[in-house]
Structures are given as C-alpha cells and as structure tokens.
C-alpha cells in the first residue's frame, strides 16, 4: 500500500493527500471530555469472552508491534455495551511514544498517556472476512486501554520480552498461549463513539470503546522501543456521543468542526 508515517514528510498532516478520508467527520483519535459526555442508559456494560482466545504470533509492521489471534470461529468475542452482535478479536497492539512519553492517541480533556492498547474486534455475522468488515460503517470494535507509568505491569513483559524477537520491521514470530485479559483494568466502565482507524487507511469503521481506567506498567515497559514508527496521529476534531456505564452523566455531546 501507501507508504505513510508519522515525520514531517509522510505524517498525520499529510495523510490526507493519499487518504482523503482523513478530512472526514468521524475520525479517530478524538479529545474525549468527560463532562460533555451524555450518560445513556440503554447502554449496557460490555462483556470479553476471551477464555478460549488462541493468540498465535507478534509481528512488528513498521508501524506497531502486533499479537494476533485465530479468528476462524467466535471462539474471542466482545459483546453488550454499543454492540449489536459478538465482534471477533483479530489482533491488538500499542501506540506508544519515545523515552515512555506521551504516546496515546486517545487524550482525556487534552491529557495523553504513556501509551495505548488497542483491542480490534471485526462484525463477523454481518461480514465475510476482516478486510471487508474494516471498509464498512459497523465492520470494527476497537478497545482502547490507557497506559500509565507506575508499577511494572506482571504480564506486560511477556510482551516486551518478545519485541526484541521483533525488533526489525516484518519480522514475526510465535506467540502462543497469551490471554489479554490480564491486560484488562479493574473496570470496565467506558467512552463509547463512532470513529475511525487512527492509521491510514483510516476507515471509518471503529465503533470506538474506550476504557476509563488505565492500567499500570513501569517507564522501562512503556517506552520499550522497536523499529516502529513512533508517534501519534493529530488529534481531529471531538465528537461525542458517550457512555460509560453507571455513573457520568453529562449533556450530550455533537460533532464539532474537525481541528485544522
Ligand atoms: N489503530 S487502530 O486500532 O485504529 C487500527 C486497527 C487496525 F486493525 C488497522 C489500522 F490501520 C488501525
Ligand atoms: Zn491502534
């Protein structure tokens, strides 16, 4: 495909250029603004069937370092919350900055953290196959997982031991018998809205789920470096039409003009 990055010749205020999507009205990372959130009760919580998740390898693309899962049957879903039907889990992966820095894509009330996990899920009773679900409106459902600097996260090394396997780009290899749910916080409260993909091709299929609390990993595990692009998309405009399961409650939010 086309190359993109995030320096000042190929990055997120150039992608536009190859991917005109970029210029549209429900991309992603927005600012979320906990109080311009509007409670909505028909939003239940949302449930992670991942006990029988098969993880197969981590491969760094250049762009992140990603685990990916068999995703032949519903064996790994996410359901409830925005949800119409069980979301398949594909893969997840991190955005995270240089030196553990601010590298999330996501920001609270102009706030980033040292990085982000994301979880993606793909609608497969209403599509065939990944690719045509990351093309259509409701084809993705992305968990979004704050990472902060504090305590060495347990099982994150597991990881990061693994990305000196995958230190160069397209290099892969086997990662099995890894369950993301110790990668989970306490609560899954949430930010729910429609978005995008934060990387080119910048699909506007992401039903967007963020979670409110973030997990803790030290600053050696939040700046572990490989030869990904590193780095974050601008943020466009915010847009807002959240949940978040029991407590905020706020006046409903809209689209706002996107940020040039
Ligand atoms: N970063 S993200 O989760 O929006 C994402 C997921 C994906 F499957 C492909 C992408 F290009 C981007
Ligand atoms: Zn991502």
Known sequence: G????????????????????????????????PQQASHDPNLGPIVLNYDHCTSLNICNNGHSVVVEFDDTDDRSVILGGPLDNPYRLKQFHFHWGGKGCHGSEHTVEGNSYASELHLVHWNAVKYRSFGEAASAPDGLAVLGIFLETGDDHRWLHTITDALYMVKYKASVTDFKGFNPKCLLPSSLHYWTYLGSLTTPPLHESVTWIVLKEPIAVSERQASFECSCSLGRKRIRGYAWKITSGPPSLSKAGKYAPPIN
């Open 2 to 33: 086309k190359h993109w990055g995030y320096g000042k010749d190929d990055g997120p205020s150039i992608w536009h250029q190859n991917f005109p999507v970029a210029e549209g009205d429900r991309q992603s990372p927005i600012d979320i603004m």
